[in-house]
């Protein structure tokens, strides 16, 4: 008898693609893909419920279904299509409370895979420089995304406790970026320029989308020979970045605001309702966070194909050129070496600069 | 900073013909300070001198500190200019489209060689006349803990120990130092303290580095030590819980004592604001004679003359496992280090012919 496989989030391109990629996988006989709105994009021939995780129908869903593996990709940090953040806030939590209690009824349940973010952890200055899977954080996320996914995973921790017999895990992916990504980094990273905390350069981290999709599917199956895919594991790309090499990579200048600037700017926007421009975010782009993935690779058994900076570059590919493109700067500063290797330079052509 | 900007012009305009005229080179070399020596002494000395300010002249309109302050003498005699500027140009290239590489901390090891260490070495070769003893003792290759004594009410003596390392280690080693969690939270220093390799002071950062076969400075007075009135001088004050003793026997590292002399006295703290201190958030708000009396002009430290000695390492890998928990092993060593590091400042300051000389 093959696996039943339940996602929940299908609605957005990420959990789309894990659909269309898991259906693919001979052991996996039928995917079910639950949202509370219709995709906009196929699901490849799955199984498609209109079902809003924050209501018990969920729980029919589930037992009518039979599913075996239940895969919640419905932890996000920015609404869909214009809802606002007390739905998303709703989605996340309730949707995840509805959701675990369903499964914890269901008898046909075996494995549970929760999408978390590295966003557990928090930003502060006092916090040590790499996070393994661990460590407390200093001061607790204080809202936005960033506290219900501590919540999500207070309520995944409750149910790995009360049914021991379901497989959980975790997995806590650093900042995800791809061609298509839709989080709110990646929004940020569209803006043409880029506003940072004056005298700070934070450490970012990403991982691929494709690696999103992969690591998903590891976790969803049976582990392999050698590995363990239950517990908690930070996912991340290899390698960090500074936003300063970020913005200069994808050619966008950056304004250092004063940190009081951009906190009142960030609250002024979110008023407006432009972007969800959340205190956690501007958190990570003042202090930055970095996570250790050494559980990732010696006992999930997953390498990442894209470094971060593999990933950044393959996200930035997808922008269209900033206003200080990188290739016009390295051009400009190679016309020079030209001139100058040639003996003849002139100074004046500094001005080019 | 203002003669480097001026002078490759001038010379950059001299540079098509400058083979033939050997005596304005040499007016030029003579002007720039330093390189003045290498007028006199041939046809080929003469080149990496100009080799410098050229390429300060390219590279100087977009980052003037960053081209100006580019380290003489790294490349060899012959052939330089061209390569010079190549590298000065390709170095600028790399920064400008964010082409470089940062380790997990943050360390920045292009930006801390080529730009940050050559800004704090004339502070450290010409300032403060830093001499360094027992480099020898810090291993070529694998982690070691160093342990200094701390003071001086700013921590340049962190800085002047990485500058030491770094130019003195046969290895090129880098120190990376554990700062208190003050840094982390100004702006601009907690970027330039990451770049420049350190981070938070914390048992597993420590052990992280360590770990990755590092060389980890640690000063454990903390604000204790830098924050002491000038009366206490080189008295080690208590040297926190000893937790990097455990760090150290835990990734069975060495630890290497290091004692500075000549840091207590570049601002002799008389006086500790300490309401003033409470109000901004820091430890301790020094008054010195000078300071806050002149405004910037008493933050200049005082030009003393400095001593920094590596002494003989402890090894910790003969211990058990276990070890590392056992309080009593701790600050027994602990102890060993302190005693080491003192003992080692009183021998210096019986040397010391005078403060500042």
Redesign the interface.
Known sequence: MGKVVLVTGVARQLGGRFVRRIQRDPEVDRVIAVDAVPPAHHLGGADFIQADIRLPTIARVLAETGADTVVHMDVTGTALRGGSRATVKETNVIGTMQLLGACQKSPTVRRLVIKSSTNVYGSAPRDPAVFTETTPPKSLPSGGFAKDTVEVEGYVRGFARRRPDVAVCVLRFANILGPAADTPLASYFELPVLPTVFGYDPRLQFVHEDDVVEVLRIASHEPRRGTLNSGTFNIAGDGVLLLSQCSRRLGRPTVPLLLPAVTWAGSLVRTLGMTDFSPEQIRLLTHGRVVDTVQMRETLGFTPKYTTAETFADFARGQGPGLVPPEALAGAVDRIAELATRGGGRPTTHSAN | MADAKVI??DD??S??SAAQRPARRRSTGSRRGGLGETGEMGEVQPLPGRARA?ED??VS??EDAKGATEQPGTDGPGGGL?RR??AG??F??R????????????F?EELTDQVLMSLLRPVYEKYFRVEVKGIENIPAKGGALIVANHSGTLPLDGLMMQVAVHDHHPADRHLRLLAA?LV????????LA??LGH??A?A??AE?LLGQGELVGVMPEGFKGIGKPFSERYKLQRFGRGGFVSTALRQGVPIIPCSIVGAEEIYPMIGNAKTLARLLGFPYFPLTPTFPWLGPLGAVPLPTKWTIQFGEPIPTDGYPAEAAEDPMLMFNLTDQVREQIQHTLYKLLVQRRSVFF
């Open positions: 490759p012009f950059d305009r540079r098509g050229q002249g390219p309109p977009v061209e500027v190549a140009l390709a600028l290239r920064r400008l489209t964010g082409d470089y590489d940062v380790d997990d901390f943050g920045d969690d982390f939270v100004l702006p601009v220093v907690n970027e990451r770049k981070t938070l914390c597993e950062d992280r």
